[in-house]
């Protein structure tokens, strides 16, 4: 069996944290976990909760980004092209995994940074359509927060949020935002 990104190393006998049997890359060190190791490790953990709590978790989470993160990988054990899912952090990285025999592939480090936002057991999560909706929908409302900030300083931008909350928590507060609404429209 030879690394998905340098099909010419062969993978060796290696465990991650949590004694996760894998196959590991001397080279590039990513890690190849094989579907039927994934499952039967998941299996002696809890469900995770909410994917949109999840994604809350990890927004604004650090990490370093692998090297070989950007290089397409073939699988394994089927030769199939790997698919991609960004795991949406400040510095985004992609998770891998075949859409044939589901196993996953870690670049060096990822399984640690799994790890860390607690994403070790949402790995099927994180390839749902609902994962990847709501990532873009959070990132999208985060990057608005943040050109909001920019533009009209963290002070006023501070209470537009709250204001923002307070409307949307009233039975009325559509009202408060045509008004508002109506003040700018000239």
Request: hydrophobic fraction near 35%; charged fraction near 25%.
């Amino acid at each position: 069996m030879h690394c998905p990104k340098d099909r010419i190393v062969e993978l060796v006998d290696s465990q991650l944290e949590g004694q996760l049997p894998t196959k590991r890359c001397p080279s590039c060190e990513g890690h190849w976990i094989p579907p039927e190791e994934y499952a039967a490790w998941k299996a002696n953990f809890p469900e995770v909760g909410r994917i949109s709590a999840l994604i809350d978790r990890i927004l604004d989470a650090e990490c370093a980004v692998a090297p070989l993160d950007a290089k397409a990988a073939l699988c394994p054990d089927c030769s199939c092209f790997l698919a991609r899912s960004k795991v949406s952090t400040r510095t985004p990285f992609y998770l891998e995994r075949c859409p044939n025999c589901k196993g996953i592939w870690c670049d060096r480090g990822e399984w640690e940074v799994l790890t860390q936002l607690g994403l070790t057991t949402a790995i099927d999560h994180c390839f749902s359509p609902e994962w990847q909706t709501c990532t873009r929908e959070r990132e999208q409302l985060s990057q608005e927060r943040r050109a909001t900030v920019e533009k009209l300083g963290p002070e006023l931008a501070t209470q537009i949020f709250q204001l923002a909350e307070v409307l949307e928590k009233h039975p009325n507060g559509d009202f408060g935002v045509a008004y508002l609404m109506r003040r700018f429209d000239k």
